[in-house]
């Protein structure tokens, strides 16, 4: 990091993709859950870091934004369970084709405690290979909107996403299973701390949460596309659990997630854990 100025500072180097809530925050003490949310490990795939360079700042007291141009995904990772198999992560990472990723975030002066963004990756991800016999650009767009909200004991998050993917059908030929043109995700969560209500002078943490996530990753089909849609993609999650912070930088966690499809039932998970940063 180069800090020049408030407004525009300068970061190069291994970067994490400054998209959704989870990705640059990842750590377990900062989520609900012992997994992070589906929508985000599937529809934008955290934990996601290229090679890159860009921009970062405040503009206004409260409206930050960090820009990156990187290089892009790698359009062989992409799958029916979507692009996160194509995150490169820096090591022997192909740059034929570089990409653009942008944040904006607002914290609202007159309500303080509730945060307003979005965030942008544009990129090609065919990284000059052929598919199918085809060389492909196989552009690539994510786009994501969030807000959150914190006030006092409660927690709440909200998100959306969408992304396109262009030439699938040679992709899909290529690797043998549908892959998407399109994908979207959308999850909301709230969560409470009742601690203070059960010992008011403690400085530990318990909140009950839920979370209910509905996530496509084969939302459309190409035309041309030899592969149909996969129904089984198109899930939705309720999940319920709480996080116990003994001391802020250590939680255990317990949490019960119930799956659904359009293409049938999936198996329930019932997850217990312990995390820490230091």
Known sequence: ????????????????????????IHEPPFYFGNNRPEVERRIIPSTWR???????????????????VVNGLDADGFGSSGIRG????????????????GRVDYELPQIPGVTLGGSAYLGNSGQNQKF??????????????HVQVKYRGLEFRALGSWGHIDDTAALSAAKGEVIGEE????????????MPHLFPETTQYLAPFFR???????????????????PTMDR????????????????????????DSEG??????????????F
């Not at 209910?212 to 996969?230: H, I, K």
Request: glycine share 12%; no cysteine.
């Open 50 to 68: 290229e090679i890159g360079a860009g921009l970062f700042g405040e503009l206004l007291p409260g409206l930050t934004y960090t820009t990156y």
């Open 212 to 230: 209910y996530e509905r996530m496509d990753t084969v939302a459309s089909v190409a035309a041309g596309n030899a592969f149909g849609d996969d």
């Open 264 to 277: 049938g039932d999936l198996p329930d998970d019932f997850n217990l854990g312990l995390g820490f940063i």
């Open 183 to 194: 994908n979207f995700g959308w999850y909301a969560e709230v969560g409470y701390d009742v």
């Open 1 to 24: 990091d180069f800090f020049i100025d408030p407004m525009a500072n300068v970061r190069a180097g291994m970067v994490l993709m400054p998209m959704g809530f989870i990705n640059q």
């Open 236 to 259: 939705q999650i309720f999940q319920v659990g709480v996080n116990y912070k003994p001391i802020p930088n250590v939680v255990i966690k317990a949490d019960y997630r119930n799956w």
């Open 86 to 101: 194509g995150r490169q992560k820096g090591s022997k990472a192909r740059a034929e084709d570089l990409a653009f990723v």
């Open 132 to 145: 199918a016999g085809q060389q492909v650009d196989a552009f690539t767009q994510l786009y994501e909107g």
